[in-house]
C-alpha cells in the first residue's frame, strides 16, 4: 500500500502562483507513475498531469503551458507548480500514484490506483 499526502492549496487572486506538494510513504517503491487530478464542484474528475519513473512528463491540455509537473524520486515527492491560474482552475487537487507501468492514456481514463485526500485551490477573480 502507497499513502499519499498533499499540501500547499489555499486561495490565490486569477493570475497568481501556487504550488501544490505530495509526499508518499509505505511501499513506495513499487510506484511507478505520480500524477495529479482535480475535481470542481459539479464535474468531474479530470487529469492534471503526471510524472513516470524515468522522469517523462505529461500535463492535461487545459493546463498545459501554466503547471509544471515535477518529481522528487529520493523524496517519494511530486510537485505541481501552477501559474497563470483561472478561476476555472478552482477545484480539489488530488495527488495519485500507481504501480502499473501503463499507458498515461490508461490512467486519465481510468485512474491511479492511490489517492490522497486532496487539498482545495480557490482561485479568485
Known amino acids: 500500500q502507497v499513502q499519499l499526502v498533499e499540501s500547499g492549496g489555499g486561495t490565490v487572486q486569477a493570475g497568481g502562483s501556487l504550488s501544490l506538494s505530495c509526499v508518499a510513504s509505505?511501499?513506495?517503491?513499487?510506484?511507478?507513475?505520480m500524477g495529479w487530478f482535480r475535481q470542481a464542484p459539479g464535474k468531474e474528475r479530470e487529469f492534471v498531469a503526471a510524472?513516470?519513473?524515468?522522469?517523462?512528463?505529461y500535463h492535461g491540455d487545459l493546463v498545459g503551458g501554466r503547471f509544471t509537473i515535477s518529481r522528487n524520486s529520493a523524496k517519494d515527492t511530486v510537485y505541481l507548480q501552477m501559474s497563470s491560474l483561472k478561476p476555472e482552475d478552482t477545484a480539489i487537487y488530488y495527488c495519485?500514484?500507481?504501480?502499473?507501468?501503463?499507458?498515461?492514456?490508461?490512467?486519465?481514463?481510468?485512474?491511479?490506483?492511490?489517492w490522497g485526500k486532496g487539498t482545495l485551490v480557490t482561485v479568485s477573480s
Open positions: 495519485a500514484a500507481d504501480a502499473r507501468d501503463y499507458p498515461t492514456g490508461y490512467y486519465i481514463m481510468n485512474g491511479m490506483e492511490y
Open positions: 509505505g511501499h513506495t517503491f513499487s510506484v511507478y507513475t
Open positions: 510524472v513516470d519513473w524515468g522522469g517523462n512528463t
